[in-house]
């Protein structure tokens, strides 16, 4: 299996590319709609997808246990939908959440700023001041998204395998070029490591939930490592008796063998609820 990680600018036809990508290869489009559903699944309210869906969170919300489980819902989602085959990702730092994973594509959707304002005009039916200040506010909004989450740059066009300017090509063009660059670099034994690492990936997560999640276990900035069904845990504690538990706990998890716990004792360490 593998996953094209698709982000776009404002008007630069993503969802439209997307769209056609996904018929042209047979891949299931991991879109907006369908993460909020599956991440209101999980127990994300709106109000929380709000503060910091492709956006930088105000202070206070920087500093929230929300931002916590927003990421950590976020992560669960796009790995669990990647261990079940062949996937789209449309933005959501796709590219720095599969960071070092084989067989994924990144791919960037841009277009100069005035064909960007004059199709948010024409789509809102605005003038061209208000289509500028929509898009300038959702490069804004996205760019601090991908600071602030995962330290990377978007607009740093090094973190993609491709970038293509959607100003003259319509969204069916450009879905065959990113298909091209997949039948290039996509090969068996890449599909394969893809599906090994991604279930590594997606087990991680589900360690994590069990922990601090399920059995409310209070291990802070908790990370699980696992390599083939080995896991290591990293993150601090109170107590000794709370990393004990957090081992147990992930010992029990389905396709754990091993645990090597590195989570460290630091007293009194609290966080904003």
Known sequence: MAVICVARELAALGDETIRDLAEITGYRAVDKEYLERRMGELGVSPEIRAKYDEKKPGFLASLSQGRDDYLHCLKTVLFEEAATGDCIVAGRSGFAVFGGVPGVISVKLVAPLDV???????HFQCDDKRAESLVRQSDHDRKGFHSYF????WSDAANYDLTVNTAREHPATI???????????ITLESEKACLARVRELSLGQKIVTEIVYKEKIPVHFLEADVRGDSVT???VANTQGAIDAARNAAAAVPGVSKVQNAIQ???EFAVMP
Not at 150 to 153: A, C, G, I, L
Not at 177 to 183: A, G, K
Request: no cysteine; proline share 0%.
């Open 150 to 153: 995962f330290n990377v740059d």
């Open 233 to 235: 845990l990293h993150g």
């Open 265 to 267: 004792v630091v007293q």
């Open 175 to 185: 879905a065959r070029i990113i298909d091209q660059l997949r039948n290039l670099v």
């Open 116 to 122: 960007r304002i004059r199709r948010i005009a024409s």
